[in-house]
């Protein structure tokens, strides 16, 4: 039952930003189905005792994976998906709770708390990026091939 609510909180998440990023109306499915695709590998990753900075990584590379085969198959450019992707893996909250702490001076509790949202943000980064660089690392090797 909790995957469940996972994959619909997820899907209305990842949507609700493609509607707010404007993204066309054809293709805000896929933008939730790319978020919920994303979140669930997360989701399920950490509930089995691995990292959230290894399991948002993860899923931040299978989510700009799928990104890019959704802007092949659909003729769209790749940050729609992406973007709309990421949303569920942004720490807002641990971010949220770090400016807490720092406001009632819990200075240690919140310097912790900015270490691990920067850590999962680079996650996110790092994920991205490297999914991106096996890509162009493919489409060189195609191209000398042909």
């Not at 066309?24 to 695709?37: A, F, I, N």
């Not at 691995?50 to 990584?57: D, I, K, N, R, S």
């Not at 819990?106 to 996110?124: E, P, Q």
């Amino acid at each position: 039952m909790v995957i469940i609510e996972q994959l619909v909180t997820s899907f209305i998440a990842s949507a609700g930003f493609g509607i707010i990023f404007n993204a066309p109306k054809q293709t805000l499915v896929k933008c939730g189905l790319v978020g919920m695709s994303g979140w669930i590998i997360y989701f399920i990753m950490e509930t089995n005792g691995f990292e959230p900075v290894a399991a948002t990584l993860a899923a931040s590379c299978f989510i700009s994976v799928i990104s890019q085969v959704f802007a092949k198959m659909y003729k769209t450019p790749i940050i729609i998906f992406s973007v709309a992707g990421i949303i569920p893996l942004v720490p807002g909250g641990l971010a949220y709770d770090a400016m807490r702490n720092f406001v009632q001076n819990d200075y240690n509790s919140a310097i912790n708390l900015v270490a691990k949202a920067t850590m999962i943000s680079g996650s996110i980064v790092m994920g991205l990026v490297f999914s991106e660089v096996i890509n162009q690392i493919i489409r060189k090797s195609k191209l000398k091939c042909n």
